[in-house]
C-alpha cells in the first residue's frame, strides 16, 4: 500500500522552475488524492505558465509511477490567472494553495476552444433520465451526417463516457494540449480517461470546475485546417458548479434539455432552462426519453410547449440503447438503419439547423 508521505517526497524530489522549491513545498499542488496503489491530484499554474509546465506534470507523473507499489498515477495540468505563483505563503500553519482549495474562484474569461466552430451543452436538471445516452447517440448522429463532432464528458463525479464509447487509457499530450480518444467517428474526452473506472473523485467544486476547464480549453479538438463542427458537453444533472463554469469559460451556441416524462423530472428540466434564460443560451428543445408505459408520455411535449421552445423528439424505453451504452457502441451506430437511430436522425437533423450546421 502506497503511503502518502512516499508520494510527497516524490513530488518534492520535482523542481518547480519557479519557486526553485520541490513541488509539494510550491504549493502548486491541490486535491492530492492517495489510495492503496494510486495517486492523482491537479497541478495548478498560471495561464500564461502551461507550457512550462506541461514538461513539470509529466516529471511528477513519472515520478509517482517509479513509487513501489504505485500502478495508477493521474495528474492534471490546470490554469489560472494568479499573483504569486509558486512562493510558499502560509496562514496558520496551512499552505495558501490549501486554503483556496475551498473557496470559489473568480472566473477568467475565455474564447471558445480553438478550432470549434459550435459548442452545444445536453444538459437535464434531474438525474437518471438517461442524459448520457442521449448525448453520446445525439453526437454519432450529427457525426453521421458529416460533421465533424466532439464530446466531452464534463461529468466529473460519475463519468460515463468511457464505458459507452468502449475507450480507456489516459490520452496523449501534443505540445502541451490532449489529444482525445477516437471512437465511431467522435472525438471524446473524459475525466474517466484520467482516472481508474471505480475511483471516487474526492474533489471540491472548484477543483471539479479547474477540470472542466482544463479539458475544454487544453484538448486539441480541431485544426486550423480541420475545425471541429460541433463540440457536444454532456453536463453533469443539476445547475451548480460545472454549469456555470462551462457558461462562463466559454459561449455556448445552445443547449438540449433531456427529460423523462413525469412531473419530477419536468420540473427539475424546468429549472435547467431557466438557468440557460438567465445567461443568455438558448434552449434548442426538450427531449422525452424512457417515454411509454412505464414512465408515461407526452409530458416533455407539454413542458415544451409552455416553455415555447421546441420539442426535438421522444424516445422509448428499450433495452438497445441500454445494450448499446454497455457494450460501447452507440445503437446510432451499431444500428443506424433501426427505429431508434431514425428518431436520433430526426433529432440530430432539427439541432444541426438550429445551429447553422
Not at 276 to 300: H, W, Y
Amino acid at each position: 500500500m502506497v503511503e502518502r508521505s512516499a508520494v510527497i517526497a516524490a513530488l518534492d524530489a520535482v523542481t518547480d522552475p519557479v519557486s526553485g522549491q520541490g513541488l509539494h513545498a510550491s504549493g502548486l499542488v491541490q486535491g492530492l488524492v492517495v489510495a492503496e496503489d494510486r495517486a492523482g491530484f491537479a497541478l495548478e499554474v498560471d495561464r500564461s505558465l502551461v507550457a512550462t509546465y506541461a514538461p513539470v506534470r509529466d516529471a511528477a507523473e513519472a515520478a509517482l509511477k517509479a513509487i513501489p507499489g504505485m500502478s495508477r498515477v493521474s495528474v492534471i495540468l490546470t490554469a489560472e490567472a494568479k499573483p504569486g505563483l509558486g512562493k510558499p505563503a502560509r496562514t496558520a500553519g496551512l499552505s495558501k494553495a490549501a486554503v483556496d482549495q475551498g473557496r470559489p474562484k473568480a472566473p477568467v474569461p475565455t474564447d471558445r476552444p480553438a478550432h470549434v466552430r459550435r459548442v452545444l451543452a445536453v444538459a437535464s436538471g434531474k438525474g437518471g433520465v438517461g442524459k448520457s445516452t442521449v448525448a453520446v447517440n445525439l453526437a454519432a448522429a450529427l457525426a453521421a451526417r458529416g460533421l465533424s463532432v466532439g464530446i466531452l464528458d464534463a461529468d466529473v463525479y460519475g463519468p460515463s463516457l468511457p464505458t459507452m464509447l468502449g475507450i480507456s487509457g489516459q490520452p496523449a499530450y501534443e505540445d502541451g494540449a490532449m489529444v482525445p480518444h477516437q471512437a465511431h467517428g467522435l472525438k471524446a474526452m473524459s475525466v474517466g480517461l484520467l482516472t481508474r473506472m471505480d475511483d471516487a473523485m474526492i474533489w471540491r467544486g472548484p477543483m471539479a470546475s479547474q477540470a472542466i476547464t482544463q479539458m475544454l480549453t487544453q484538448t486539441r479538438w480541431g485544426a486550423a485546417e480541420a475545425p471541429l463542427d460541433v463540440l457536444v458537453v454532456d453536463l453533469p444533472p443539476g445547475t451548480g458548479d460545472v454549469q456555470l463554469t462551462l457558461i462562463q469559460r466559454t459561449p455556448l451556441d445552445g443547449a438540449v434539455i433531456v427529460s423523462t416524462p413525469q412531473e419530477v423530472a419536468l420540473a427539475d428540466a424546468r429549472r435547467a432552462h431557466t438557468l440557460f434564460q438567465k445567461v443568455n443560451v438558448p434552449t434548442l428543445g426538450l427531449i422525452e426519453n424512457m417515454s411509454g408505459d412505464v414512465f408515461g408520455q407526452g409530458g416533455a411535449k407539454a413542458e415544451a410547449e409552455r416553455l415555447s421552445v421546441p420539442f426535438l423528439g421522444d424516445l422509448p424505453l428499450e433495452a438497445a440503447l441500454r445494450q448499446g451504452g454497455d457494450a460501447g457502441r452507440p445503437v446510432v451506430v451499431s444500428d443506424p438503419e433501426g427505429a431508434i437511430a431514425v428518431r436520433f436522425a430526426v433529432i440530430a437533423e432539427q439541432v444541426a439547423d438550429s445551429l447553422g450546421l
